[in-house]
């Protein structure tokens, strides 16, 4: 596809329950985002992988949360032992690289945690 | 502590009219100033950005005008559409390959 997808796009879970939320950038692009958008709290950074660097975490609420990418491509964001205030909007962006601004958001997976 | 600040929280337009959203950032370290538009249930879509080198930049019916000594920057959208009824976030960035820092976001109604 031309744009970034992300899988599922709804995700009904119990607490305590771990989850993976899937994300596929735009082909091409080296940089990946998660963000997270939750009512009041508005879009907030989660982490940032560019390339095969070491990933940018400093936006990880808890040590609950982790993110994988594989083959520089695909990313997971793990969330274990969810907790109800984990409910929100989680969004995966993509930009060209390093030296591009420009970044690019999937439709999200809403997470609901029961 | 909120970088970026987003004013109004929510705006109602006439069809026809202008819409007028502003941001202001304390970081004079951010050298990059997009708009996101997102519509419910999608993601953000990038509408337009500017960097401090300029004071003005218009796409179509979008215009951003930045203020580099005021710290603040804003979208005006003229001939406000129904279609343009949304949420519009700003946002700044410190340089390529770095997180967004958002706004708390504006809903825009254009009432016909």
């Known amino acids: 596809g031309a744009g970034v997808s992300q899988s599922p796009s709804n995700k009904v879970t119990e607490k305590g329950k771990d989850v993976e939320l899937r994300c596929d950038p735009i082909?091409?692009?080296?940089?990946l985002y998660w963000y997270r958008q939750s009512l009041g709290q508005g879009l907030e950074f989660l982490i940032y992988?560019?390339?095969?660097?070491?990933?940018?975490k400093s936006g990880l609420p808890s040590d609950r949360f982790s993110a994988e990418r594989t083959g520089g491509s695909v990313s997971t964001l793990t969330i274990q032992r969810t907790q109800q205030e984990d409910s929100a909007v989680y969004l995966c962006?993509?930009?060209?690289?390093?030296?591009?601004?420009?970044?690019?958001f999937g439709p999200g997976t809403r997470l609901t945690v029961l | 502590q909120q970088q970026v600040k987003q004013s109004p929280q929510s705006l109602i337009v006439q069809k026809g009219g202008i819409s007028i959203i502003n941001c202001a950032y304390e970081?004079?370290?951010?050298?990059?100033f997009p708009w996101y538009q997102q519509f419910p249930g999608k993601g953000p879509a990038l509408l337009i950005a500017?960097?401090?080198?300029?004071s003005e930049k218009k796409e179509g019916r979008f215009t951003i005008s930045f203020n580099k000594s005021a710290k603040q920057f804003s979208l005006h959208i003229m001939d406000s559409q129904p279609g343009d009824s949304a949420t519009y976030f700003c946002?700044?960035?410190?340089?390529?390959?770095?997180?967004?820092?958002f706004g708390k976001g504006t809903t825009l109604s254009v009432s016909s």
């Open positions: 962006a993509s930009s060209l690289g390093i030296t591009y601004n420009e970044q690019f």
């Open positions: 082909s091409g692009h080296t940089a």
């Open positions: 992988f560019q390339g095969n660097s070491a990933p940018d």
């Open positions: 970081n004079t370290a951010f050298d990059y």
């Open positions: 500017i960097r401090p080198d300029v």
């Open positions: 946002a700044a960035s410190k340089k390529a390959g770095t997180a967004l820092i």
